[in-house]
């Protein structure tokens, strides 16, 4: 190992440079992006550090959030960039996605406009690269009892049964349902299977008495809602 090599790693650092360090000391709040991901990958390759395999992680990604939909082939381009790191690092963006889910969901959250509904689940669902189809189930008083997956599709396609939807609001004792799912293609409109899919639930809802509040296309930071748009059926 040349002089130039040693010099590179975390070790010779001043302890208060030294990420961990320097977390433990003064709060993770005070890290760079940077060097929170350093102390993630833990060790770096020969000649470069942590730090510096994180910041070229940085500077291709640009963000967290970049990184929690990157295709898994653009991460094996970085040298020493192994699949235990590479876990690692997407099972620390996916505590901090569930982390922000609980944050936006108080419980017994009050419904009262579709924008209300998008603001909870908009964040878990922009990013996917599937078709994800979500169910709220509310309360008599429009409070969110929960929200579930009904059905994961394809990219272009998913397959929402409406009996199964209708059947789990019954067994929450739900009073209404809102349904959501999002269009990877960024593309809000609605497709004529979205179209019908909301006229069989909203029939659906009608003869077992349960309101089908609306149904909201999510995209890349907006959306389309049936309800808004004097759609539903």
Known sequence: MTEKTKKSG????PQDDRPREKLLKKGAGTLSNSELLA?????????VSAIDLARQIIDKFGTFRNMSHIDMRAWKEFKGLGPAKIAQ????LEIGRRFRDVEVLPPKQKISSSQDIV?????????LKTEVFKV????????IIEISDAATGTVNHA?????EIIHAALQKFAAAIICVHNHPSANIAPSP????????LSAAGKIMD???LDHIIIGDGNYFSFADEGIMG
Do not use: C, H
């Not at 603001?119 to 990013?127: E, G, L, S």
């Not at 299977?193 to 069989?200: G, N, S, V, Y």
């Open 210 to 212: 349960i309101k089908v």
């Open 39 to 47: 102390i993630l990958l833990r060790t770096g390759v020969k000649g």
């Open 136 to 143: 709220a189930y509310l309360n008599s008083n429009n409070r």
């Open 10 to 13: 975390i070790k010779s650092w």
């Open 193 to 200: 299977e979205d179209k019908k899919f909301t006229q069989e």
């Open 89 to 92: 690092i997407q099972a620390a």
């Open 159 to 163: 397959l929402p049964i409406v009996r």
């Open 119 to 127: 603001n909870i689940i908009m964040p878990q669902m922009r990013d």
